[in-house]
């Protein structure tokens, strides 16, 4: 079974992401475009959210009018740390959001991925989940999130992210191929150290201004 991979292409988009690659641009300003392509994102990735109709009153009349269905529940999990990013942003689109949260890091001797922190709402096998984090690189840190989000059963996981590179969409999919990931763009390849090329750097450190 394949993955279902959707490169959002919104002018919008990638006029904000070309402006997060430069290097010029600074903290604060990389913060307000990762925030604002994130509500962007968030519109293409609920699109297929189900409406009911509801009798409302508007100031001339009345009229059976469309809202989201009510069991339509949802959760935001943010990978820790840059995937705070992106949580800004949805949930500035979905405030009713619950959200989540996942902390990993990479073992500098055995490459392995280790959980130093898992958060996630109680009802959340009632819930569809919305991982986010700014890249996929290698892959394996999105497949450890999905790994650990697995085990707790939502009803359904949907991955959002930047910034892909193909080495990683390959290997998330071999994992998890019945997980849609939604980016903004796929790279070229990924570098001997594991960075995404041309890519914009470390989401992380230019977000929170660190090196």
Same mark, same amino acid.
């Given at each position: 079974?394949?993955?279902?991979?959707?490169?959002?292409?919104?002018?919008?988009?990638?006029?904000?992401?070309?402006?997060?690659?430069?290097?010029?641009?600074?903290?604060?300003?990389?913060?307000?475009?990762?925030?604002?392509?994130?509500?962007?994102?968030?519109?293409?990735? =609920?699109?297929?959210?189900?409406?009911? @109709?509801? #009798?409302?009153?508007? &100031?001339?009349?009345?009229?059976?009018?469309?809202? $989201? %269905?009510?069991?339509?529940?949802?959760?935001?999990?943010?990978?820790?740390?840059?995937?705070?990013?992106?949580?800004?942003?949805?949930?500035?689109?979905?405030?009713?959001?619950?959200?989540?949260?996942?902390?990993?890091?990479?073992?500098?001797?055995?490459?392995?991925?280790?959980?130093?922190?898992?958060?996630?709402?109680?009802?959340?096998?009632?819930?569809?989940?919305?991982?986010?984090?700014?890249?996929?690189?290698?892959?394996? =840190?999105?497949?450890?999130?999905?790994? @650990?989000? #697995?085990?707790?059963? &939502?009803?359904?996981?949907?991955?959002?992210?930047? $910034? %892909?590179?193909?080495?990683?969409?390959?290997?998330?999919?071999?994992?998890?191929?019945?997980?849609?990931?939604?980016?903004?763009?796929?790279?070229?390849?990924?570098?001997?150290?594991?960075?995404?090329?041309?890519?914009?750097?470390?989401?992380?450190?230019?977000?929170?201004?660190?090196?």
């Amino acid at each position: 079974m394949s993955g279902e991979v959707h490169v959002i292409a919104h002018p919008l988009v990638q006029h904000k992401l070309t402006l997060m690659r430069r290097v010029e641009t600074s903290t604060a300003k990389f913060r307000a475009l990762l925030r604002e392509i994130s509500m962007l994102l968030a519109y293409e990735v =609920t699109r297929d959210l189900p409406i009911k @109709r509801e #009798k409302i009153q508007t &100031p001339l009349a009345t009229m059976e009018a469309p809202v $989201l %269905a009510p069991d339509k529940k949802m959760v935001v999990v943010s990978i820790m740390r840059a995937g705070q990013g992106i949580l800004d942003g949805i949930l500035e689109l979905i405030p009713s959001a619950r959200v989540g949260h996942i902390g990993l890091y990479r073992d500098p001797r055995t490459l392995a991925i280790i959980e130093y922190y898992f958060k996630v709402p109680y009802d959340v096998i009632e819930r569809d989940v919305l991982v986010v984090d700014p890249m996929i690189a290698t892959g394996n =840190t999105a497949i450890a999130a999905v790994n @650990r989000l #697995k085990q707790v059963g &939502p009803r359904s996981i949907r991955f959002v992210c930047l $910034l %892909a590179a193909p080495e990683g969409v390959q290997q998330f999919h071999r994992q998890h191929a019945d997980v849609p990931l939604y980016t903004a763009a796929i790279d070229e390849h990924l570098d001997n150290h594991g960075y995404i090329i041309p890519g914009l750097g470390d989401a992380g450190d230019r977000l929170f201004g660190t090196s």
